[in-house]
Every structure is written in C-alpha cells, then in structure tokens.
C-alpha cells in the first residue's frame, strides 16, 4: 500500500509547491482525478520538467491516504527532511554576507508551534531553527505543514539538549539573549541586536527552563499590560524576530545614508 512507502507524505497544493520550488527530493506526486486549478497546472509542469513520476487516484483514496483532511486533490511522497549542524546555519549566513540571527526552542513540544516559528524565522530573514533532541516537536511531518512549506528552505539543526546547543554557540561567537517575564530589561532595549544572535524560546506555561535561563548571555522581556501573563510563543517569536530585523534594517538604512 503506498501509506507504507517509506518518506514523508506532504497534502496540500501549497506543501507539495513548495517542497517543488525548494528543490527537495519527491519519490511521487498523486493528484485526484479532475482535480483543476492554476496552482495545480503549476504542480503538474514543475513534476514532468524534474521527471518526477505522476499519479492519478480517485479523490476518496486520497481521503483516505490523507491524515489532515486537507489534501486539496494533491498529495506528494517526498524524501524525510534532516537536520544539519550548527556550523551550518552560521555558514548560511555568512553565505549572505549577514551576522547570524537563530532561535533556539527550549522544550517546545508543540508541532504547530514549531512549524509557525520556522514559518516566522523563514519569512524575518532569519538563518536557522535549532531543536534538542529531547522536549522538542521534532522535524516532523505536521511541523513542515505548519510551517506552510518555510521548513523546505530554512534549515533547522539538532543539538543534544539546550544547554550544549547555547555553549557551542556562544564558543562560536553569538551572543544568546532568553525571553523570559523575569528579564531585566524590555525586549525594546537599547541593547545591539545587530549582533550575531540567538534567541532562546520557551515552551508555554513552563517558560525557559533553569539551566537554559543561567548559560544566557541577557534575558529580555516582551511587554505585556493585559491579565494574561504570557504570549503563545509563536507570537512571542514573531515580536522578536521582527524588532530583530526592524533595528538591522534601520542601521543598514543609517549605512547608507
């Protein structure tokens, strides 16, 4: 049965586009008979240009294929994502001339949350997504689609657990900032994020953990003034990522100028 094909099965026409446009490995793509659309033309052109072999079932086969409900009359067989090193996602920015600018997730075991911070990082010029091993989401199947096809492009490495991820960063020259409520200072600090950087983020309720707040080089707070005393931490890494990118482009700007 092709559910027992080993790989990874991306559902969706905007998935399956974007692993297309990434380049990534796909074993098969599956469209349901009479399925139509421009997004789908694009699918169909892009697979016989790379040779990739093309399938037509019956709608209620992918159905039932399908674990999301979402298919959209395209699913694809594509070859596992992997993760990569550290030394990797510094060279990925040194690739493009910028100081490096990663996230570090702290026991975020939410897949839907891993995914919209990769999705977030992607889309904010940012290098790279770091997981431990343990206490994470993981690179997985649900994770990529969360991300809505940003996981195809951004890389995202693997450390044994937080702790040794932020000392081998800090040994390779990047300042490690945690965002945490007991911070001394406001995220909206004068402090240099034009500086190679990591961001550490915690996982919802628990927040960093101990060990994780004592190896950071400062921890910052986001300002809240409402009752409810924390952010989803997807959100929380969208304000840091882009006051991140907010401050690099306006001293670029000041470069220039």
């Not at 990663?102 to 990769?118: F, T």
């Not at 986001?222 to 304000?239: D, E, K, T």
Request: charged share 25%.
């Amino acid at each position: 049965m092709a559910a027992h094909e080993r790989g990874e099965w991306l559902e969706g026409r905007n998935p399956v586009w974007e692993a297309l446009q990434a380049g990534r490995k796909l074993k098969k793509v599956i469209l349901a008979k009479k399925a139509h659309g421009p997004q789908l033309d694009a699918i169909i052109a892009g697979v016989q240009e790379r040779g990739i072999p093309l399938e037509y079932w019956e709608r209620r086969e992918l159905d039932r294929l399908a674990t999301t409900g979402r298919h959209q009359g395209v699913m694809a067989l594509a070859e596992p994502l992997v993760t990569v090193t550290v030394d990797k996602l510094l060279a990925e920015a040194r690739a493009r001339g910028e100081e490096p600018l990663l996230l570090l997730l702290d026991g975020v075991e939410d897949p839907q949350n891993v995914g919209s911070i990769i999705r977030t990082v992607e889309v904010g010029g940012g290098h790279g997504v770091i997981l431990p091993e343990r206490r994470s989401a993981g690179l997985n199947a649900t994770v990529v689609k969360a991300s809505a096809g940003a996981a195809n492009h951004l890389p995202v490495a693997m450390v044994k657990n937080t702790v040794r991820g932020i000392e081998e960063l800090k040994a390779k020259g990047c300042w490690v900032i945690g965002a945490d409520q007991a911070g001394d200072n406001l995220w909206t600090s004068t402090f240099d994020l034009n500086l190679p950087l990591c961001l550490v983020l915690g996982s919802e309720g628990k927040g960093l953990s101990r060990l994780a707040k004592e190896k950071c080089d400062l921890l910052l707070r986001i300002p809240m003034q409402g009752r409810v005393s924390s952010l989803n931490v997807s959100v929380a890494a969208g304000i840091m990522v882009y006051e991140v990118l907010r401050r690099r482009q306006q001293q670029a700007e000041q470069e220039r100028g």
